[in-house]
T-cell receptor, first 113, second 116 residues
Framework: DAGVTQSPTHLIKTRGQHVTLRCSPISGHKSVSWYQQVLGQGPQFIFQYYEKEERGRGNFPDRFSARQFPNYSSELNVNALLLGDSALYLC????????????FGPGTRLLVL | AQSVTQLGSHVSVSEGALVLLRCNYSSSVPPYLFWYVQYPNQGLQLLLKYTTGATLVKGINGFEAEFKKSETSFHLTKPSAHMSDAAEYFCAVSEGRGSTLGRLYFGRGTQLTVWP
């Protein structure tokens, strides 16, 4: 079975631009979470969606937004990119309740110039 | 507030030696605890997890960890290191209830180097 997939794998943007990152969860998984991993640090929680509703938001500015679609795939959007947004963006999915084990995708590496 | 401290950003061992990666956490409610491994240019792979029950947890690739509530620790061990264990290891905590249910809070990671 396919694991969590993310696209694109790499992305280069310039300051002020907008970016959309995509995630497809493991088949049957209903919860998707997004994390930001800056170089040299552990991942930081951005959003969690369960059954297409936002169930949690981390300490990130309103420039960050997300949504989950009826097929449980998800998009993370970041507006007005800053240099500090350069990071690996990880998507994780879990089967049912919010406390189920999260399985991570390979990530999207975003570089903002 | 939840937080995770991983002592030692870099650990080096010889092949065949004991691996010990340290993790301490703080949580206002009974925690769920996890160890993830990250190989270069890859996402995170779950090694093992503790939710409830037996405090000694066995994971994949010969790793195990013990939940010690009194010490608020969840150290990761492997009796004999292999070259393929070289990677970055992350300890994470999640709360089993409350408004932050399901969120993972990660430590800064420990880079494990294995020498031949």
């Amino acid at each position: 079975d396919a694991g969590v997939t993310q696209s694109p794998t790499h992305l280069i943007k310039t300051r002020g631009q907008h970016v959309t990152l995509r995630c497809s969860p493991i088949s049957g998984h209903k919860s998707v979470s997004w994390y930001q991993q800056v170089l040299g640090q552990g991942p930081q929680f951005i959003f969690q969606y369960y059954e297409k509703e936002e169930r949690g938001r981390g300490n990130f500015p309103d420039r960050f937004s997300a949504r989950q679609f009826p097929n449980y795939s998800s998009e993370l959007n970041v507006n007005a990119l800053l240099l500090g947004d350069s990071a690996l963006y990880l998507c994780a999915s879990s089967f049912g309740s919010l406390q189920e084990t999260q399985y991570f995708g390979p990530g999207t590496r975003l570089l903002v110039l | 507030a939840q937080s995770v401290t991983q002592l030692g950003s870099h650990v080096s061992v010889s092949e065949g030696a004991l691996v010990l990666l340290r993790c301490n956490y703080s949580s206002s409610v009974p925690p769920y605890l996890f160890w993830y491994v990250q190989y270069p240019n890859q996402g995170l792979q779950l090694l093992l997890k503790y939710t409830t029950g037996a405090t000694l947890v066995k994971g994949i690739n010969g790793f195990e960890a013990e939940f010690k509530k009194s010490e608020t620790s969840f150290h990761l061990t492997k009796p004999s290191a292999h070259m393929s264990d070289a990677a970055e290891y992350f300890c994470a905590v999640s709360e089993g209830r409350g408004s932050t249910l399901g969120r993972l809070y990660f430590g800064r990671g420990t880079q494990l180097t294995v020498w031949p």
